[in-house]
């Protein structure tokens, strides 16, 4: 099977998306042919920073690497390095149906937030990443939630090529996490953990910012370690956390913790957590100290993409006739 995914540079990585995202990754690459990319494209449909994007797609390069990405079994990529995508994605524009692009939750919430800048570029963002998938034939599409819709897209644009010119596609199948995928908010556990400030836990965060955070955290009513999403939504969500950084079960926390209330709980969970970033931590000072290296498998990963993208593309160009 091959397995594609990507993430947007656009700032700062949190336990949230090491848990729900990078976590299951490396576990995928051991089993199959991964390409992760690095989606700048797809940042830019939003407001960016010129001066910071480039910067920030290689910090997110040493953040798959640093997670455990193993440039030896899978293919690492920059987005806008590999012009097949872009390329791929005209073609399947003229196959996506208005309609459907115009129903895409993402789009509404992000045309909602960015009303100055309703660009056609964000309308058409899930057909850059119907591109990004097929490119490479995947199979298989590990992501959160909020993205399952753009991956069902992705199905109908492979179905239509198809169709029309002849079988080329896989439909490609979302792999969406059933547990874990969704770490909540620290300040607020009905919003999903988001990039910046005192809600979310950074990567790089030191132990003392992990320390601080972790005490402001908000728990619920009550004084019992329990999971119970409906009544302790906020407890629930730290107990998420501790259970995939320690990969001890949930009742086995909660038993542990029973009788102690939540200070002693949030006190551990907080070594939990500097534990189980450490790894990660080290290896990404170490790989920010050689930047030639990470340049060399950026390098690399390209050589072997754009082998398979051009293959994409001259076959596709062929079925349809153009060439
Ligand atoms: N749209 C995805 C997100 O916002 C990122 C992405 C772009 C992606 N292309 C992809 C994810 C292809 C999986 C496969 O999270």
């Not at 594609?4 to 089993?31: C, D, T």
């Not at 920073?49 to 690492?76: E, T």
């Not at 850059?128 to 298989?140: E, G, N, R, T, V």
Request: glycine share 6%; net charge positive.
């Amino acid at each position: 099977m091959i397995v594609f995914s990507g993430m947007r540079p656009s700032g700062q990585l949190h336990i949230g998306n090491y848990l729900g995202a990078l976590k299951n990754w490396v576990e995928l690459q051991k089993k199959h042919q991964c390409v992760f990319g690095v989606v700048d494209y797809h940042a830019i449909t939003t407001p960016f920073n010129p001066k910071a994007i480039k910067k920030d797609s290689m910090a997110l390069v040493l953040d798959y690497l640093a997670a455990g990405i193993d440039p030896k079994k899978s293919i690492i990529i920059v987005q806008s390095h590999i012009p097949e995508h872009t390329e791929l994605a005209w073609i399947l524009s003229t196959l996506a149906p208005l309609g459907e692009l115009e129903r895409m939750t993402q789009f509404k919430d992000k045309a909602k937030q960015n009303k100055e800048n309703v660009n056609a570029g964000l309308f058409c963002y899930p057909v850059l990443m119907a591109a990004d998938i097929l490119l490479y034939k995947a199979d298989l599409v590990p992501v959160g939630e909020d993205q399952a819709q753009h991956v069902e897209l992705t199905r109908t644009l492979a179905r239509k090529f198809n169709n029309k010119f002849g079988k080329t596609f896989p439909e490609p199948k979302a792999q969406l996490l059933k547990f874990g995928a969704r770490i909540m908010s620290l300040t607020d556990p009905n919003q999903k953990m988001s990039k910046t400030g005192d809600e979310s836990i950074a990567l790089i965060d030191s132990p003392e910012k992990i320390r601080e955070k972790i005490k402001k955290a908000v728990t619920d009513s009550g004084k019992e370690v329990k999971y119970d999403e409906k009544n302790k939504p906020a407890i629930s969500n730290l107990l998420t956390i501790y259970h995939l950084f320690s990969d001890k079960a949930i009742a086995d926390i909660e038993k542990k913790y029973q009788g102690k209330g939540y200070a002693e709980f949030k006190k551990d969970l907080t070594e939990v957590i500097i534990r189980g970033l450490k790894p990660f931590q080290e290896r990404r000072k170490k790989l920010e100290k050689n930047p030639r290296l990470t340049e060399k498998i950026l390098a690399e990963g390209q050589k072997k993409a754009q082998k398979i993208a051009q293959e994409t593309i001259k076959e596709v160009k062929t079925k349809m006739g153009l060439i």
